[in-house]
């Protein structure tokens, strides 16, 4: 009787550690499955980095040439705006504006 409990203990002491062991297992998987999972979505986040900062250079790019003086002159004739004859400047305060006369006709 004495060998068969010793049997009964010896076979649960394998059996939890045999659970222990595909506790381990599944827990490594998980593990792994999950940092892959973080990986690809760094790599899709600086893929999307990537393509905003080509934008980003894209519209600083056209801003500067919207801002060029070539283009305000272009828009400036294409809106038929006429240019000032007399520009004089005004002192109010502390800032300055410029102020023209108006052509007559």
């Known amino acids: 009787m004495h060998y068969n409990a010793h049997q009964s203990t010896?076979?649960?002491w394998h059996i939890m550690l045999l659970i222990f062991l595909f506790a381990l297992v599944v827990t490594y998987v998980w593990q792994i499955n999950h940092q892959a999972q973080h990986g690809f979505s760094i790599r899709d986040l600086e893929d999307k980095k990537i393509q905003l900062e080509d934008t980003v250079r894209d519209?600083?790019?056209e801003v500067s040439?919207?801002?060029s003086l070539a283009s305000i002159s272009e828009r400036a004739q294409k809106l038929e705006l006429a240019a000032p004859v007399d520009v004089s400047y005004l002192?109010?305060?502390l800032s300055t504006v410029a102020v023209?006369?108006?052509?007559s006709p």
């Open 10 to 12: 010896f076979v649960r």
């Open 59 to 61: 519209l600083t790019w």
């Open 65 to 67: 040439s919207a801002q």
């Open 91 to 93: 002192k109010i305060g």
């Open 100 to 103: 023209y006369d108006e052509i």
